[in-house]
Protein backbone atom coordinates (compact mmCIF):
# COMPACT_ATOMS: atom_id res chain seq x y z
CA UNK A 1 0.00 0.00 0.00
CA UNK A 2 1.64 3.49 -1.11
CA UNK A 3 0.91 6.51 -1.01
CA UNK A 4 2.99 9.43 -2.74
CA UNK A 5 3.14 12.98 -3.32
CA UNK A 6 3.18 13.15 -7.14
CA UNK A 7 6.10 15.98 -6.83
CA UNK A 8 8.91 15.56 -4.70
CA UNK A 9 11.61 17.34 -2.84
CA UNK A 10 14.32 15.69 -1.20
CA UNK A 11 15.81 18.06 1.61
CA UNK A 12 14.46 21.08 3.84
CA UNK A 13 17.20 22.36 1.53
CA UNK A 14 15.72 21.93 -2.01
CA UNK A 15 12.59 23.21 -0.58
CA UNK A 16 10.53 24.74 -3.39
CA UNK A 17 12.14 22.82 -5.94
CA UNK A 18 10.15 20.06 -6.79
CA UNK A 19 10.59 17.15 -9.16
CA UNK A 20 7.45 15.44 -11.39
CA UNK A 21 8.28 11.99 -9.90
CA UNK A 22 4.83 10.34 -11.36
CA UNK A 23 6.93 8.51 -13.69
CA UNK A 24 9.47 7.16 -11.59
CA UNK A 25 6.25 5.74 -9.50
CA UNK A 26 4.78 4.34 -11.97
CA UNK A 27 7.94 2.42 -12.80
CA UNK A 28 8.49 1.32 -9.23
CA UNK A 29 5.16 0.28 -8.59
CA UNK A 30 5.74 -2.14 -11.59
CA UNK A 31 8.54 -3.22 -9.74
CA UNK A 32 6.58 -3.31 -5.96
CA UNK A 33 3.28 -4.40 -6.70
CA UNK A 34 1.84 -2.34 -4.50
CA UNK A 35 -1.80 -3.87 -3.36
CA UNK A 36 -3.21 -0.09 -3.73
CA UNK A 37 -1.31 2.99 -4.65
CA UNK A 38 -2.52 6.89 -4.46
CA UNK A 39 -0.51 9.95 -6.50
CA UNK A 40 -2.01 13.29 -4.76
CA UNK A 41 -0.56 16.49 -4.78
CA UNK A 42 -0.50 18.73 -1.92
CA UNK A 43 -3.83 20.35 -1.19
CA UNK A 44 -4.74 17.79 1.47
CA UNK A 45 -1.53 18.50 3.01
CA UNK A 46 -1.55 22.00 2.74
CA UNK A 47 -5.18 21.82 4.59
CA UNK A 48 -3.28 19.59 7.40
CA UNK A 49 -0.64 21.32 8.03
CA UNK A 50 -2.88 24.85 8.35
CA UNK A 51 -4.86 22.59 11.25
CA UNK A 52 -2.22 21.10 12.93
CA UNK A 53 0.31 24.63 13.18
CA UNK A 54 -3.32 26.54 14.39
CA UNK A 55 -3.61 23.82 17.20
CA UNK A 56 -0.12 23.84 18.32
CA UNK A 57 0.80 27.85 17.78
CA UNK A 58 -2.68 27.91 19.64
CA UNK A 59 -1.23 25.54 22.38
CA UNK A 60 2.04 26.87 22.89
CA UNK A 61 1.13 30.67 22.98
CA UNK A 62 -2.20 29.97 25.32
CA UNK A 63 -4.49 31.91 22.58
CA UNK A 64 -5.92 31.03 19.79
CA UNK A 65 -4.13 32.22 16.65
CA UNK A 66 -5.28 30.68 12.89
CA UNK A 67 -2.39 30.06 10.70
CA UNK A 68 -2.55 30.71 7.65
CA UNK A 69 -0.91 29.98 4.39
CA UNK A 70 1.74 27.30 5.73
CA UNK A 71 4.99 28.24 3.96
CA UNK A 72 6.18 24.86 1.73
CA UNK A 73 9.16 24.50 4.34
CA UNK A 74 6.39 22.95 6.23
CA UNK A 75 5.38 19.97 3.77
CA UNK A 76 8.92 18.56 4.98
CA UNK A 77 7.95 18.81 8.01
CA UNK A 78 3.99 17.02 7.71
CA UNK A 79 4.46 15.15 5.04
CA UNK A 80 5.41 11.82 5.90
CA UNK A 81 3.04 11.62 8.63
CA UNK A 82 -0.23 12.52 6.46
CA UNK A 83 1.03 10.09 4.38
CA UNK A 84 1.66 7.35 5.98
CA UNK A 85 -1.63 7.98 7.34
CA UNK A 86 -3.16 7.71 3.76
CA UNK A 87 -1.03 4.39 3.38
CA UNK A 88 -2.41 3.14 6.13
CA UNK A 89 -5.96 4.22 5.75
CA UNK A 90 -6.05 1.99 2.11
CA UNK A 91 -4.36 -1.04 3.79
CA UNK A 92 -7.98 -0.77 5.90
CA UNK A 93 -10.39 -0.22 3.09
CA UNK A 94 -8.49 -3.58 1.67
CA UNK A 95 -8.97 -5.56 4.88
CA UNK A 96 -12.61 -4.63 4.97
CA UNK A 97 -13.00 -5.20 1.14
CA UNK A 98 -11.42 -8.44 1.35
CA UNK A 99 -12.38 -9.78 4.40
CA UNK A 100 -8.46 -10.26 5.76
CA UNK A 101 -6.46 -8.61 8.56
CA UNK A 102 -2.63 -8.49 7.90
CA UNK A 103 -0.55 -9.65 11.33
CA UNK A 104 2.46 -7.68 10.00
CA UNK A 105 2.83 -4.26 9.03
CA UNK A 106 5.82 -2.79 7.25
CA UNK A 107 6.64 0.76 6.87
CA UNK A 108 9.28 2.26 4.22
CA UNK A 109 10.05 5.29 3.74
CA UNK A 110 10.16 5.99 -0.10
CA UNK A 111 11.05 9.68 0.31
CA UNK A 112 14.42 9.26 1.77
CA UNK A 113 17.53 8.67 -0.70
CA UNK A 114 20.83 8.06 0.53
CA UNK A 115 23.89 10.25 0.32
CA UNK A 116 25.95 8.25 -1.37
CA UNK A 117 28.54 9.50 -3.88
CA UNK A 118 27.49 8.30 -7.52
CA UNK A 119 23.61 6.44 -6.03
CA UNK A 120 20.85 7.91 -8.29
CA UNK A 121 16.86 7.71 -7.37
CA UNK A 122 16.46 4.70 -9.81
CA UNK A 123 19.54 2.98 -7.54
CA UNK A 124 17.30 3.86 -4.90
CA UNK A 125 13.93 2.71 -6.16
CA UNK A 126 15.87 -0.61 -7.14
CA UNK A 127 16.99 -1.27 -3.78
CA UNK A 128 13.92 -0.68 -2.37
CA UNK A 129 12.26 -3.50 -5.04
CA UNK A 130 15.00 -5.93 -3.74
CA UNK A 131 14.49 -5.16 0.21
CA UNK A 132 10.92 -5.81 -0.35
CA UNK A 133 11.46 -8.87 -2.37
CA UNK A 134 12.44 -10.58 0.51
CA UNK A 135 9.74 -9.95 2.44
CA UNK A 136 6.86 -11.58 3.30
CA UNK A 137 3.47 -10.85 1.64
CA UNK A 138 0.22 -12.28 2.84
Not at 93 to 115: A, L, M, Q, S
Request: net charge positive; with cysteine; hydrophobic share 30%.
Amino acid sequence: FCHYWGDVSFSKKSEGKYIDFREQIKNANQILEPKTCLVEGFDDLDKFITHIETILVTISKNKYKQYNNPPKIKRYKWGQHLSLLKAYNLLEKYEEKNKIKYDVVIKGRTDFVYKNKGTSVYYYWMSISTILTYTARP
